[in-house]
């Protein structure tokens, strides 16, 4: 996203990647959900994120030809009473009738699901495909040279008025590695909390949708009968390898939202950059303005990435202010303590 926002506004960069299969990104549903959580309040900045999101995606899919973003509503089963009420209480607030379908139906694909006590419907979501974007924009980047498939040596890196790395000279270097920042000798300091997530793919025999289901899971559809459920979240882990546990507990949710059968075709996890303070990290390291980092989107990536980046790119240009909330200025006494 980055690449793409430099390159919008005349500038060269090249990408260092690793290629990581267990990257959180190609392991995410890539869904938007303007309205989250127990109590159904509004994503943080998604009035304006939205925006951002059709304008970039859109601009992308004409750029790759490829079907990258797709509207989907976010159809949110409510099982009892008091999620009942807390809903409707919602949807009379004047600031989010807005995002609030008053029909919501899912149509014939509500003969898969279990009773349940009522429904609301979110409007304005949707879905990217990050798996496919990734790769596309791999590919492209590859046939003009942009990209260098490696693993980054941190020792191979000169700071100066310039960055030179290897056979590379920049006036900049960004740090975009996800997870892999806790590793990062620059910006390790930063209080990241990474989080370990699991989700299946599977396969229904009635499979058409074309709204996200939400309750206790996602259930994302990827095209005809392919599905992605998901996610079982985990503080605790020692790798980014798939566990017995949390496929129990996905098997566990899936079954009490659907009545039909299934078939697992594939268990992935992955580790996401989340944060203490569950903002992203932007902006420079404090003692060394030409490294930068943009980083702990966690597991709004896909809404929260057009918006941040462009906020990056003109502050890197234009020397325009990161928003306070996620700007690693924040944390600079982390910085001053540690280092």
Same mark, same amino acid.
């Given at each position: 996203?980055?690449?793409?926002?430099?390159?919008?506004?005349? %500038?060269? /960069?090249?990408?260092?990647?690793?290629?990581?299969?267990?990257?959180?990104?190609?392991?995410?549903?890539?869904?938007?959900?303007?309205?989250?959580?127990?109590?159904?309040?509004?994503?943080?900045? +998604?009035?304006?994120?939205? &925006?951002?999101?059709?304008?970039?995606?859109?601009?992308?899919?004409?750029?790759?030809? +490829?079907?990258?973003?797709? !509207?989907?509503?976010?159809?949110?089963?409510?099982?009892?009473? /008091? !999620?009942?009420?807390?809903?409707?209480?919602?949807?009379?607030?004047?600031?989010? %009738?807005?995002?609030? !379908? =008053?029909?919501?139906?899912?149509?014939?694909?509500?003969?898969?699901?279990?009773?349940?006590?009522?429904?609301?419907? +979110?409007?304005?979501?949707?879905?990217?495909?990050?798996?496919?974007?990734?790769?596309?924009? %791999?590919?492209?980047?590859?046939?003009?040279?942009?990209?260098?498939?490696?693993?980054?040596?941190?020792?191979?890196?000169?700071?100066?008025?310039?960055? #030179?790395?290897?056979?590379?000279?920049?006036?900049?270097?960004?740090?975009?590695?996800?997870?892999?920042?806790? #590793?990062?000798?620059?910006? =390790?300091?930063?209080?990241?909390?990474?989080?370990?997530?699991?989700?299946?793919?599977?396969?229904?025999?009635?499979?058409?949708?074309?709204?996200? +289901?939400?309750?206790?899971?996602?259930?994302?559809?990827?095209?005809?009968?392919?599905?992605?459920?998901?996610?079982?979240?985990?503080?605790?882990?020692?790798?980014?390898? &798939?566990?017995?546990?949390?496929?129990?507990?996905?098997?566990?949710?899936?079954?009490?939202?659907?009545?039909?059968?299934?078939?697992?075709?594939?268990?992935?996890?992955?580790?996401?950059?989340?944060?203490?303070? #569950? #903002?992203?990290?932007?902006?420079?390291?404090?003692?060394? &303005?030409?490294?930068?980092?943009?980083?702990?989107?966690?597991?709004?990536? /896909?809404?929260?990435?057009?918006?941040?980046?462009?906020?990056?790119?003109?502050?890197?240009?234009?020397?325009?202010?990161?928003?306070?909330?996620?700007?690693?200025?924040?944390?600079?006494?982390?910085?001053? !303590?540690?280092?």
């Amino acid at each position: 996203m980055l690449h793409f926002f430099l390159s919008e506004n005349g %500038q060269t /960069a090249h990408v260092i990647d690793q290629k990581h299969k267990g990257a959180a990104s190609k392991v995410a549903a890539g869904g938007i959900n303007p309205i989250t959580g127990k109590r159904f309040v509004k994503s943080w900045k +998604i009035d304006q994120l939205l &925006p951002m999101v059709r304008s970039t995606y859109g601009k992308l899919q004409e750029q790759l030809r +490829i079907p990258i973003f797709t !509207e989907r509503s976010v159809f949110r089963i409510l099982k009892h009473p /008091a !999620e009942e009420n807390t809903w409707l209480g919602r949807t009379a607030d004047p600031l989010y %009738q807005h995002y609030v !379908e =008053n029909d919501p139906s899912v149509g014939a694909f509500n003969s898969n699901l279990n009773p349940y006590l009522s429904a609301g419907e +979110i409007k304005l979501g949707g879905q990217v495909n990050l798996p496919l974007l990734i790769k596309t924009y %791999q590919n492209f980047l590859s046939e003009n040279e942009q990209i260098t498939f490696d693993q980054f040596d941190y020792e191979q890196l000169k700071i100066g008025e310039q960055i #030179r790395y290897k056979n590379l000279e920049a006036k900049k270097i960004i740090f975009c590695e996800g997870a892999a920042a806790d #590793r990062n000798p620059f910006f =390790n300091y930063l209080p990241f909390e990474l989080s370990k997530g699991e989700a299946l793919e599977v396969d229904l025999p009635e499979g058409e949708l074309e709204k996200i +289901i939400r309750h206790k899971i996602s259930l994302v559809p990827f095209g005809g009968k392919k599905f992605w459920v998901g996610s079982a979240n985990s503080w605790d882990f020692e790798d980014d390898l &798939p566990t017995d546990l949390a496929k129990a507990e996905l098997e566990g949710h899936l079954k009490e939202l659907l009545s039909c059968g299934y078939e697992i075709t594939a268990h992935k996890a992955a580790i996401r950059p989340t944060v203490k303070d #569950r #903002r992203p990290f932007l902006g420079s390291h404090p003692k060394h &303005p030409n490294l930068l980092i943009f980083n702990g989107l966690g597991t709004k990536g /896909a809404s929260l990435a057009p918006y941040l980046a462009e906020q990056l790119v003109g502050f890197i240009l234009d020397e325009s202010p990161i928003e306070k909330e996620v700007d690693i200025g924040r944390y600079f006494s982390h910085f001053q !303590e540690e280092h």
